[in-house]
C-alpha cells in the first residue's frame, strides 16, 4: 500500500486526453461487441480472439499482451473467480456469471474496463447474482461520482464502499469487497500511480488535479473477500467458492466535469442521472 503515500495525480493535456478517449472508445465499442456475442457454448477463447480482431481491425493493439507473461486480449473470470481468469477451452453454461476485462493501446494511450454479465441473459440468472451484478455497477458509478479536481482520490473508495454497503443493507446481505485488488492510474502504460482503493482508506491522500485519468474498478463478491491465486499464477478466485462480480472504467476528470473514456457515450448518461457534471473529450 506504499503507493498510496503519492500526494498528486498526474494530469494530462487536452490533446493528451483526446489521446485517451481514442483508446477508451476502442476498449468500450469492443465490450459492446462482447456483451452482444456471448451465449451459451461458446468458450472463454472464442471470445478473447474476437475481441483481439476488432481491437487490431480497428487501428489498436490489445495492451494485455504488453504483460509480461500475459499473452491473451482478455481476462475472463466465472463465478468465483473475481479478475485474471486466462481464455480457454472453458465453455460458459447458461447462468454463469462472466467478468469480461478488456484494454487496448491506440498510438501512445491506453484504455482499460471491465463488465460483469451473466451468460445466456438475465432470465438465466440466480436472483442474487442479478443483485451482485448490478449493486457492483452502481457503485463503480458511485465511485466515478466522486471524483473531481481538487478532491481527495481517496473520496472515490469511500463512496464505493458506502454504496455497496447501502446496496447490501437494502437487500439483507453484506457484499465482501476485494482489497487485495484496486484500480490504478492510466496513460501511457495500461498500470500506472497511484493506485485506487475501493474502499475508505484513512489519510488524506493524493489529490486530483486537472487531466487526472484513473481506473476504477470495483471487485465484489457474494461471500467473504478472502481469494486465492490458482495454480495457472493468473487467475484470482474466492476461497470459500462464492461469485464475484467486477466492474471497471477509466475516467478523466477536468474542472469542466468527467468524461468516461471507455463508455461508448462518454458517460453522459448516467452522470446526468446522477447530476454530476459531463465534461465531453473528442477523441483524437
Not at 258 to 273: K, S
Amino acid at each position: 500500500m506504499g503507493l498510496f503515500n503519492r500526494d498528486r495525480c498526474e494530469g494530462k493535456t487536452p490533446e493528451q486526453l483526446a489521446g485517451m478517449r481514442t483508446a477508451g472508445l476502442l476498449v468500450g465499442r469492443t465490450l459492446d461487441l462482447l456483451i452482444a456475442s456471448v451465449r451459451p457454448g461458446m468458450t472463454t477463447l472464442d471470445l478473447d480472439r474476437l475481441a483481439e480482431t476488432h481491437i487490431r481491425d480497428h487501428g489498436g493493439v490489445p495492451n494485455f499482451q504488453l504483460v509480461p507473461g500475459y499473452r491473451h486480449t482478455l481476462c475472463t473470470s466465472v463465478n468465483d473467480e473475481i479478475v485474471h481468469g486466462i481464455p480457454g477451452a472453458r465453455v460458459l453454461e447458461a447462468g454463469d456469471v462472466l467478468s469480461i476485462d478488456c484494454g487496448a493501446q491506440v498510438g501512445l494511450w491506453n484504455g482499460d474496463a471491465a463488465v460483469s454479465v451473466v451468460v445466456g441473459g438475465r432470465d438465466a440468472a440466480r436472483p442474487e447474482d442479478l443483485d451482485l451484478i448490478d449493486d457492483t455497477e452502481a457503485s463503480l458509478w458511485a465511485g466515478i461520482a466522486a471524483l473531481r479536481v481538487g478532491a481527495s482520490l481517496y473520496d472515490v473508495g469511500a463512496a464505493v464502499e458506502d454504496s455497496l454497503t447501502a446496496s447490501g443493507q437494502a437487500r439483507g446481505r453484506e457484499y465482501g469487497i476485494v482489497e487485495d485488488y484496486v484500480g490504478h492510474g492510466i496513460g501511457t502504460s495500461m498500470h500506472m500511480d497511484p493506485q485506487v482503493p475501493n474502499y475508505r482508506v484513512s489519510g488524506k491522500g493524493p489529490k486530483v488535479v486537472e487531466g487526472t485519468t484513473i481506473c476504477i474498478e470495483p471487485m465484489v463478491v457474494l461471500g467473504d473477500q478472502d481469494n486465492v491465486v490458482l495454480d495457472d499464477e493468473w487467475t484470482v478466485a474466492t476461497r470459500d467458492g462464492s461469485r464475484a462480480a467486477h466492474w471497471e472504467h477509466s475516467v478523466a476528470a477536468t474542472s469542466a466535469g468527467l468524461t468516461v473514456l471507455t463508455a461508448v457515450d462518454g458517460g453522459e448518461r448516467a452522470l446526468r442521472e446522477l447530476d454530476v457534471a459531463f465534461a465531453p473529450i473528442d477523441p483524437a
